[in-house]
């Protein structure tokens, strides 16, 4: 896991500096090995001429794949970049998410699973080239397409992807601090960068040329000359007439859908280059695709997503294949996206497999990739190595879990430093709160005959509690039912007799911001008034739940419950639908037998699970179709390791969960089949 490292905008450049000192000296001293090398110069030199792609003077094909540091553990980068290797790539391209870097305003962070340095030092370690995607946006089904959710806290509200002078300001800090890190690591200065992407398909969303504009006059700044800048769009002629940057010297890039005919838009892509500057690319050919939350597992025939990616090979164009390999939305930072508008939601999966060549847990024995490889050898200038096996899974079992604390039991026992009152409920970032749930609070007087709640605007999902706050109810929380984003309807209350007044409490629940498309404005928590009978409530009492993320933010809820010793067992009962922690541990006897495995919690409801500390991510077996969450090994330990679940709804019967060897999508109401695009 990654920890905090706090480090000024000021002394990052001074860094930075130095850093592209050392590097500078170290190259002249050692030159870094690279593919192609010309015999002619020692300059490193990528470039487009005769629409070609040039490397040290001698024409070179780009052969690449999608791979992103911060959805695969530190300690398996090298074995995926190997695995990419096999499969005949030549090139690596990633995103850069902003808000991984900077959660909180000035608070960067640079190590863990966001130390993209040493992933960069990696890709050159092993003879890759990079093509840098450093947004500011990026989509990438992550959270609110990279940007930092605190963005959407500033007042007036800023204007995302666009020139508005407030948005870019921030911009411009986030810019300054990473692009001067990133000079050493070009090219030309000896490093693997060869590209560098401005903003991210913008052609699909805005026209605003002045914003492009601003982006491009950055990185130069920045980066100097003699990158190459490049833009993605659509292949259509109105995504790219608005998404690219005519007479300001970027590169423009295509992407479109697996099957349709690439070369007229390879065609219609040299309109938007200037004379000899368009090799043909598409810089992102879809291997397979994303699935939503209660769906079906998206896949695509992997002989004909071969067969296409031929057509393209043959005749000297160049590909990025997206995804090389997905990896996984450890934490929350799954995305979301929205249809006909924004409550048309659909929450992204914990696991981002994508149904790649190179599987979630790094596999390559499947069809995919063995297609993929086929025609990749027949025109890869370099060895492509042999087929690498797939890394071993271990079967732990059944491990026994404990209910060690409920969260109302917490929230009753812990001081009110965090409680933030408010007249009317305010959002997930007006309480300083990024990632996780917020419960709110408000109490109102008993009526005769039934009472009924609705919330216009839930974001994302809520669970209705009500209780009693007379001695003789003991304030025990009811069930009341469930409010949500996609599905929201009034909502009967319980009709309890109390002889004083009731507490409702709404624990909302974000399940992941939407990162393309009209609604990526996307506020989390209750954003707007709350009825009962008609008559909005007031006076509420928010308490923050953030649980933890990737970046090393802790949670004071989550701390408490591992504090607190075990309770509940199988076979006792325990309050339906009640959030609560569960506990559990398992023995490794050997470093050997250290190996990855797949955390299945069939049976249970809804919530978080925790390995070691470490947040895997969401699950959701009854809603599917993911059931099982993949474990990477260096998470697990010799000796003896944790389990945790913060369960919101249904505890398996046998308070059981179980570590497999295989991975699982075939749960929930999707659980009839898959989706075969």
């Known amino acids: 896991m990654a920890t905090k490292k706090k480090v000024s905008y000021f002394s990052l450049t001074a860094i930075a500096a130095i850093i592209f000192s050392l590097f500078a000296f170290s190259t002249a001293v050692s030159p870094l090995p690279h593919l192609h090398q010309t015999k002619l110069s020692n300059v490193r030199k990528f470039e487009i001429a005769d629409d070609m792609f040039w490397k040290d003077g001698e024409p070179f094909r780009i052969i690449g794949g999608d791979l992103h540091y911060f959805r695969v553990l530190p300690e398996y980068w090298e074995d995926r970049l190997m695995r990419m290797k096999a499969l005949g790539l030549n090139t690596i391209q990633t995103y850069v998410p902003w808000n991984l870097h900077e959660p909180s305003p000035g608070n960067l962070v640079f190590d863990g699973i966001a130390d993209i340095f040493s992933f960069l030092k990696l890709c050159q370690k092993m003879e890759f080239l990079v093509m840098l995607r450093p947004g500011p946006y990026i989509c990438g089904e992550w959270d609110l397409g990279g940007f930092p959710a605190w963005l959407l806290d500033k007042e007036p509200a800023l204007k995302l992807r666009s020139s508005d002078p407030a948005y870019l300001h921030l911009v411009d800090n986030w810019w300054g601090v990473l692009l001067p890190m990133l000079v050493p690591f070009l090219y030309e200065n000896g490093g693997p960068i060869i590209m560098v992407q401005i903003e991210n398909e913008y052609g699909s969303y805005g026209d605003d040329k002045a914003y492009l504009r601003h982006l491009v006059e950055l990185g130069r700044r920045h980066l100097g000359n003699g990158v190459i800048l490049y833009t993605t769009d659509g292949g259509t002629r109105e995504t790219l007439e608005k998404g690219t940057i005519p007479g300001e010297g970027v590169y423009a890039a295509v992407d479109f859908s697996t099957g349709d005919n690439a070369w007229p838009i390879f065609e219609l892509q040299k309109e938007f280059n200037a004379p000899g500057k368009s090799p043909p690319l598409s810089s992102e050919f879809y291997t397979g695709w994303l699935t939503h939350w209660g769906e079906k597992i998206a896949t695509t025939d992997a002989y004909s997503t071969a067969a296409e990616l031929e057509k393209i090979l043959a005749r000297n164009g160049s590909v990025v294949l997206y995804m090389a390999h997905g990896g996984t939305n450890f934490g929350f930072y799954n995305g979301a996206n929205s249809g006909s508008n924004e409550s048309d939601y659909k929450p992204d999966l914990t696991s981002y497999d994508y149904d790649a060549p190179i599987r979630e ?284 679940l913060f369960e919101l709804e249904t505890t398996n019967p046998e308070l059981a969960v179980r570590f497999v060897q295989e991975e699982n999508s075939v749960c929930g109401r999707s659980s009839s089949s898959v989706r075969d695009l």
């Open 361 to 644: 847990s790094g596999d390559v024995d499947n069809a995919k990739f063995k297609a993929i490889r086929t025609v990749i050898k027949k025109y890869a200038a370099a060895f492509v190595p042999p087929i690498p096996s797939n890394n071993e899974k271990a079967e732990y079992g059944y491990v026994q879990l404990s209910k060690v604390s409920a969260l109302f039991d917490i929230i009753r026992n812990q001081n009110n430093s965090s409680v933030v009152e408010s007249t009317d409920p305010i959002s997930m970032e007006s309480v300083g709160q990024t990632y996780g749930f917020l419960l709110y609070m408000s109490e109102y007087n008993a009526h005769n005959g039934a009472s009924t709640l609705f919330i216009p605007k839930v974001h994302d999902r809520a669970q209705v509690f009500v209780t009693c706050n007379s001695k003789n109810h003991k304030g025990i929380p009811i069930y009341a039912g469930n409010i949500e984003r996609w599905s929201n309807k009034e909502l009967q209350l319980p009709h309890v007799k109390c002889a004083s007044s009731f507490t409702l409490f709404v624990l909302v629940e974000n399940m992941g911001r939407i990162n393309y498309g009209p609604y990526m404005f996307d506020r989390k928590g209750i954003l707007s008034p709350v009825y009962l009978n008609d008559h909005p409530l007031h006076n509420w009492k928010i308490t923050p739940i953030p649980l933890q993320t990737l970046n090393g933010q802790r949670s004071p809820i989550i701390e408490v419950s591992r504090s607190a010793r075990a309770g509940v067992h199988a076979g006792k009962s325990v309050l339906s639908k009640e959030p609560a922690f569960y506990r559990g541990s398992f023995t490794i006897n050997t470093p050997e037998d250290v190996k990855d495995t797949f955390l299945s919690v069939e049976g249970w409801g809804k919530g978080i699970a925790f390995i070691n500390k470490f947040n895997l991510g969401r699950y959701w077996p009854a809603y599917g179709p993911q059931c099982n969450l993949y474990v990477p090994a260096p998470l697990l330990r010799q000796g003896e390791n944790t389990v945790e």
